[in-house]
């Protein structure tokens, strides 16, 4: 899709409900700001997911794909970022478990880090710690798993709990569990690991 040309001035000021009424009229423009919008942030969360550029690229063209063959309908005034994500993991899920992958190895929740400036024994360590966060969200039902990846994409408890279909009063009690359960799953699976590097050693 190429980049939008705006038709009218100040169209890409306009709010992203407006944007979508122009765009189930057939105004091809104003569906392409609301691509360009939102793009950026569907992909990060599919990314976090799929663990795979390519996957994450392919599935965020279908979840815009949906919205531009079937507009929202029904409410004067949509939120589509919380739409969007809602219908993001929901279809990476379903990816996921299409392809038959684990959670666990697919689940980028930490950000790559350069290898430049990091002494190998650092980096061992820090791979290694990815690994056991990697190991500790398998562990979480996946909607705890959702909601923590959402909140550390930097939503705001109002958006986490209309991308999640949730009670506005809830998000910051179920986010507090969430985060309770993968400290204790990483607690557990970091045990495991220095475990296994204890027994290394003795060999």
């Known amino acids: 899709m190429s980049e939008p040309t705006a038709r009218g001035e100040g169209v890409t000021a306009l709010s992203d409900s407006t944007l979508l009424e122009r765009a189930g009229q057939g105004d091809e423009a104003s569906f392409e700001i609301l691509f360009y919008r939102h793009y950026d942030r569907i992909y990060g969360l599919l990314f976090r997911l799929l663990g795979n550029r390519t996957e994450a690229e392919d599935v965020t063209q279908e979840v815009f794909l949906k919205l531009y063959k079937r507009p929202l309908r029904g409410r004067r005034k949509h939120n589509v970022s ?10 990476g899920y379903n990816h996921l478990r299409g392809t038959k992958r684990r959670w666990g190895r697919n689940t980028l929740l930490l950000p790559d880090i350069t290898d430049a400036a990091v002494h190998p024994a650092d980096k061992a360590i820090q791979q290694e710690t990815k690994a056991v966060v990697r190991a500790a969200l398998a562990r979480l039902p996946q909607r705890q798993t959702q909601w923590l990846l959402l909140r550390q994409m930097g ?10 279909d949730i009670a506005p009063g809830s998000v910051g009690t179920l986010l507090s569990r969430a985060a309770q359960a993968f400290r204790e799953a990483y607690e557990e699976e970091n045990g495991a690991w220095e475990g296994t590097r204890a027994a290394k050693k003795e060999r």
């Open 82 to 91: 919380g739409w969007l994500y809602r219908v993001a993991t929901n279809m």
């Open 155 to 164: 939503l705001s408890y109002a958006e986490l709990a209309e991308a999640c």
